[in-house]
Nanobody
Framework: QVQLVESGGGLVQPGGSLRLSCAASGSIPSTYDMGWYRQAPGKQRELVASITGGGSTNYADSVKGRFTISRDNAKNAVYLQMNSLKSDDTAVYYC?????????????WGQGTQVTVSP
């Protein structure tokens, strides 16, 4: 069973930057797309960015041009570089993977990492 641990969150001012990391306990085949999700208080969890095993990326319109997702298959790690942060980016951020054929998640949802954007 694969386990994922998120880190790198914190408190930043508007316009600031953070780099989130997601470490997997085991190898993840290229058939799994990795993604970053976030959930703000009172809202549903949403997909922020995703990346395939080959490096193809997709972003939510709300973060396009500000966030960059990357993947290191050798290290079984996924990263999210967040620039020009806004107060609306405040949320708990999670990482997970989905099998491109079955759609199943590779791991249970973890505790995530808190990102707070405030003056």
């Amino acid at each position: 069973q694969v386990q994922l641990v998120e880190s790198g969150g914190g408190l930043v001012q508007p316009g600031g930057s953070l780099r989130l990391s997601c470490a997997a306990s085991g190898s993840i085949p290229s058939t799994y797309d990795m993604g970053w999700y976030r959930q703000a208080p009172g809202k549903q969890r949403e997909l922020v960015a995703s990346i395939t095993g080959g490096g193809s990326t997709n972003y939510a319109d709300s973060v396009k041009g500000r966030f960059t997702i990357s993947r290191d298959n050798a290290k079984n790690a996924v990263y999210l570089q967040m620039n020009s942060l806004k107060s609306d980016d405040t949320a708990v951020y999670y990482c997970n993977g989905r099998n491109v054929f079955s759609g199943y998640y590779v791991a249970p949802w973890g505790q995530g990492t808190q990102v707070t954007v405030s003056p």
